[in-house]
């Protein structure tokens, strides 16, 4: 593999699995009363724009660290979503 490609995948794995702990904590607390749906919004954009670049310019590291991070991130917007309409359990 070459070394860039290698580079490219090692940061993306980074930055990729810092959204695990989020995911995580949301889906334990069953509470995201924190996070920001506006910042979460711009963000996936942003990633799915990143996604789509990565596919055009054929550029498997930017597009697999944008695919996973497109699917923790959204898990964690959903999840803000529908435990803000269901109310706590007690």
Known sequence: METINLL??????????AFVPQVLQVWRTR???DISIGMYSVFLIG????LVYGLLVDAL???LSNLVTLVLASAVLVMKLRFERTPPSR
Request: net charge positive; glycine share 10%.
């Open 47 to 50: 990633v799915a724009l990143w």
């Open 8 to 17: 490219g995948l090692v940061a993306g794995t980074c930055t990729t699995i």
């Open 31 to 33: 509470s995201a009363r």
């Open 61 to 63: 590291p930017v597009v």
